[in-house]
């Protein structure tokens, strides 16, 4: 038996662990999620980097503020990425006009965003982030099997439809041999603005059934507040706009769940390669 995605065709050499966080769905907050996730994994003393391979439709740049950056070129082949809030990030936002859409068949955006990952002059990094583009096409399956992942985050929303298109998700990186680190689920209750109220209004307890069926950590849950949302449009994330709030804390908890499941899936790695060799 391999480790995981060890027939990878790209190498990052400059990043220890490549972490997808996907959805097979989209709206289900995946590129909030991983924002906060990073900056709350920058908050331990990581070297973090987030990759936006969201291609159609790629929000990371405003919900770190860096809407106006653009890559420099360093050397022959390499671009710069940009810093903001203690993380480095990468999009392809930067380098296509913000009004204009990617019109581009599978196979090519597959191929652009590898491109993009493996021309960034990343700096030494911990861990990566990929928000991957919802669903569990072209784009998905070449990416996972292209890239060194460590392990994939699912994130879905309680509600049967977005469960269904989650667990498309898992069978897909279990196919192409991909760790599944946990499932996150999101909105798993509106709080509201006014008085607090909490109502499961998409379901109860999706996220962790999902998780249970398919015997992987359930990482956590995480609300739908006006807050979070605010934060993002802002370009300053609930994890820099209110780093001492209940809600940072979870995305915190959450973070600390994802560090030990990495290192459970370098254990497993080392035990598989220790066996193979006897």
């Not at 928000?131 to 399956?141: A, K, N, R, S």
């Not at 603005?193 to 015997?215: L, M």
């Amino acid at each position: 038996m391999n480790p995981p995605n060890q027939n990878s065709s790209l190498l990052l050499k400059s990043v220890k662990h490549v972490i997808a966080v996907a959805s097979g769905k989209g709206g289900v907050g995946k590129s909030t999620t991983t924002v906060n996730l990073a900056l709350a994994m920058a908050r331990t003393g990581a070297k973090v980097g987030v990759l936006d391979a969201d291609i159609y439709g790629p929000s990371i740049p405003l919900m770190l503020g860096i809407e106006d950056f653009k890559p420099d070129a360093v050397g022959e082949k390499k671009m710069t990425a940009a810093s903001a809030h203690g993380i480095t990030a990468q999009s392809i936002g930067f380098l296509i006009n913000s009004e204009d859409a990617a019109i581009w068949r599978g196979p090519m955006a597959a191929g652009a965003l590898t491109q993009l990952m493996n021309e960034t002059a990343w700096p030494e990094l911990d861990y990566l982030f990929v928000d991957m583009p919802p669903g569990t096409g072209d784009i998905q399956l070449t990416l996972s099997q292209k890239v060194p992942l460590t392990g994939a985050v699912i994130v879905t929303t309680p509600q049967d439809v977005a469960l269904s298109d989650a667990r498309k998700g898992i069978q897909m990186f279990q196919k192409v041999n991909v760790p599944i680190l946990g499932v996150v689920e999101n909105m798993s209750i509106h709080i509201c603005s006014q008085c607090n109220h909490q109502e499961p209004i998409f379901g109860a307890q999706g996220g962790k059934r999902t998780a249970e069926q398919y015997q992987v950590p359930f990482l956590g849950a995480l609300p739908l507040q006006l807050s979070i949302r605010e934060a993002m449009d802002m370009g300053k994330p609930t994890l820099v706009s209110d780093p001492d709030s209940a809600i940072s804390d979870l995305y915190i908890q959450i973070a600390n769940q994802i560090v030990k499941q990495v290192a459970a899936q370098q254990q497993s790695s080392v035990s598989i390669s220790i066996s193979d060799d006897e």
